[in-house]
């Protein structure tokens, strides 16, 4: 569903540019009794299974396609997607009132590099599938007829542009682009994060105004070759002062790429174009990215057991022998569970990963669908996920034996289902609690990775050092080593200390001995860490603002729209009647509601001394842009099911320790879709109505 990031006023469309509380705040949606269970028994209760970009879980996904199957994903993909930033008002239908914002929209570069293709390259047919291909040609009818400014009858021209869908694969997109510029050479295709629009090339257009058509055709398919060094000729023209505007354009437009020059023969003058060599990038880069021009890429499919995400990549890491952050994922996993993610490593080639695969298995992880792929994988770049769970030892909240328990149950699962949840960050976002000492700090307290964040967000380095090895209250060699630093600032003991799958904390530590403990020394300690490590702890700062935000929206305005709020608005006749309320994460790009919470937002920030944040810091290459939000979040395809123990039997569960216990009471099945960065613990607590 398209949709568009407005502000709610409630009566007109305008358009604009635009104390440490607890984790989970105790607002609920639901009004349902609830009950009380406990997940996570053992890590079988907990599977995680990623959605792709696609739609398709990753343990499902075939990721040898051919070009005869990229019309089916597109049908898949065909999806408009959120670019606009609006204000909403009811006097005039939203539709009509509708501007959009297509920021970070330019010239598509992903078809660089790419081999010279076979004939099947360019059938459109078969790679964009019949009706989207009917639909291009419908375009470029319009185009020709009537012109750009005109409005197609099915209104698909009404903007000049056209939606050819969503192609998450690299490979994919640079296909498309370039069988539509062959036989569209009047055509210019864009891309919008994945989404791949084609419209009328203004530079073919003025082209085509000093040459003919047919050579001004020629002339963009050979540039869409992109061949260094060839050359293209146009026709002989005797005019000396034609040539010249022609020689004026090529070099104004495409300066760049190509080079031009006149040339006499017997048949008279004529300009002829060279292809410019590709120069390298004067850019500095890492020796061993030096040494080869082609970088290898190859995509895998991890499950893992009991592990976090960045302690199973430190693991590959030392194996494969590159860094940690060779490796990227669209998003991180719970640690007590059993999870599947698709996962990219750089510089290891899919025979060496398949030769290394069985090391892992004893570490609990084991590798899949190894397989070449073209590019790294982005934060961020999946559906969601897939979750199959299992709550144990159901009991009503006042723990009295509730002979109508499943009919609660039911209603509670049903009521949420129905009604969704509130879209709080889980316990998860913000990292295991620690403990500073009284003496630190004047008294108790626990410290999380917001905090840590808020360190790094003011730029006091020394402090976010500290905060970031204070120990827990586990009697362990990590907690050992961390107390050793912070009593004695020896980096290179503590290091000694340090286990080995501790990957972040040696990282920062033979930073710190090799630069000190100074504020200097601290800066290059953050430093070593991979950025995705790095950002988490100001993510996490403006995670915990964001249930903070959500908490006191919801009590101060409650879950509706209301004038000021800022919406998801679906475009078209319901566009007025399907409002999202979304809040904003803090960050450097982002606007916030014009009502009550734009001024809860300021004075929030203001007492973390963030009032004139710019959400940057320069010394640890940090950028945080923020982002929007969904106040409320759905489950989709949900089912479950109460287990209820026959007499005389017991249900079973096996710990992580392989302990296995025996249990009496009913247990819940669940089986749900969440959309990206929605957690499944959250939405078991809206359920149960406890926190877990």
């Avoid at 300066?255 to 006499?264: N, P, Q, R, Y």
């Amino acid at each position: 569903m398209t949709c568009a990031l407005c502000v709610y006023f409630g009566y007109h469309f305008l358009f604009r540019m635009a104390g440490h509380s607890p984790v989970l705040p105790s607002s609920f949606l639901s009004d349902n009794e609830g009950f009380i269970g406990t997940i996570k028994n053992c890590t079988q209760d907990f599977v995680v299974t990623e959605i792709n970009m696609n739609g398709q879980l990753v343990t499902k996904t075939n990721h040898e396609l051919s070009l005869c199957q990229l019309h089916e994903d597109n049908e898949i993909c065909h999806k408009p997607k959120r670019s606009r930033i609006e204000e909403n008002t009811t006097s005039t239908p939203p539709s009509e009132k509708a501007t959009a914002i297509r920021g970070g929209t330019a010239q598509d570069k992903d078809d660089d590099n790419v081999g010279t293709p076979s004939s099947e390259c360019f059938n459109l047919g078969l790679i964009l599938g019949p009706s989207v291909s009917e639909q291009l040609d419908l375009f470029t009818t319009a185009l020709k007829v009537e012109g750009s400014g005109r409005v197609h009858e099915d209104g698909k021209t009404a903007t000049g542009h056209l939606s050819l869908g969503s192609f998450s694969d690299k490979t994919q997109r640079a296909c498309v682009h370039r069988a539509v510029r062959y036989n569209y050479p009047f055509l210019m295709t864009v891309t919008n994060q994945e989404e791949i629009v084609v419209k009328e090339n203004p530079d073919f257009k003025k082209l085509s105004s000093l040459v003919s058509e047919e050579e001004c055709e020629d002339f963009f398919r050979f540039l869409d070759a992109k061949v260094s060094g060839t050359t293209f000729t146009f026709k002989p023209d005797a005019s000396k002062e034609h040539r010249t505007s022609v020689h004026h354009f090529l070099m104004g437009r495409l300066g760049k790429l190509v080079e031009t020059k006149s040339f006499t023969n017997e048949n008279g003058s004529a300009i002829t174009v060279r292809l410019r060599e590709r120069r390298r990038s004067n850019k500095k880069r890492p020796a061993a990215d030096a040494d080869c021009e082609d970088v290898t890429y190859t995509g895998f499919v991890l499950r893992k057991e009991n592990l976090e995400t960045l302690e199973a990549i430190s693991y590959m890491a030392a194996a494969l022998c590159v860094l940690p952050s060779d490796f990227s994922y669209a998003g991180t996993k719970d640690k007590r569970a059993v999870t599947f993610q698709n996962m990219v490593v750089k510089k290891v080639s899919p025979q060496q990963l398949k030769e290394k695969a069985s090391e892992f298995e004893p570490r609990g992880m084991r590798l899949s669908h190894i397989h070449a792929v073209s590019e790294p994988l982005h934060l961020g770049r999946l559906q969601g996920n897939h979750f199959d769970l299992v709550v144990r030892d159901l009991k009503c909240h006042d723990n009295s034996c509730h002979s109508d328990l499943g009919t609660l149950v039911n209603k509670a699962v049903e009521n949420t289902k129905l009604r969704g949840f509130v879209n709080y960050f889980g316990p998860q976002r913000f990292g295991r609690a620690q403990r500073v000492q009284a003496d630190q700090v004047g008294l108790a307290q626990r410290v999380q990775a917001d905090q840590v964040g808020l360190a790094l967000l003011t730029e006091d380095m020394e402090a976010a050092i500290k905060l970031f090895f204070t120990p827990d209250d586990e009697d362990d060699l990590p907690n050992k080593a961390k107390c050793h630093f912070l009593n004695t600032g020896n980096a290179k003991e503590a290091l000694a200390l340090m286990p080995g799958y501790k990957a972040r904390e040696r990282l920062m530590l033979r930073a710190l001995h090799r630069y000190g403990t100074g504020p200097e020394g601290s800066a290059h300690a953050w430093l070593s860490l991979p950025h995705a490590m790095r950002a988490f702890y100001p993510h996490a700062y403006c995670s915990r603002v964001w249930n903070q935000a959500a908490a006191h929206r919801l009590q101060a305005l409650g879950p509706k729209p209301t004038q000021g709020d800022l919406v998801w608005a679906a475009p078209g006749p319901r566009a007025g009647e399907d409002l999202q309320v979304v809040l904003p994460m803090p960050g450097n790009t982002v606007r916030y509601p014009e009502n009550l919470m734009g001024a809860w937002y300021q004075d929030r920030l203001a007492c973390d001394g963030l009032g004139s944040c710019r959400f940057r810091v320069p010394s640890l290459k940090l950028n945080v842009p923020g982002c929007y939000r969904p106040l409320l979040a759905r489950a989709h395809n949900l089912t479950h099911t109460i287990l209820t123990p026959h007499p005389g039997q017991d249900t079973h569960g096996i710990s992580s320790d392989g302990q296995t216990g025996k249990t009496h009471t009913p247990s819940l099945s669940l089986s749900f879709d969440l959309d990206a960065s929605c957690y499944a613990t959250v939405f078991l607590r809206e359920v149960m109505r406890c926190d877990l």
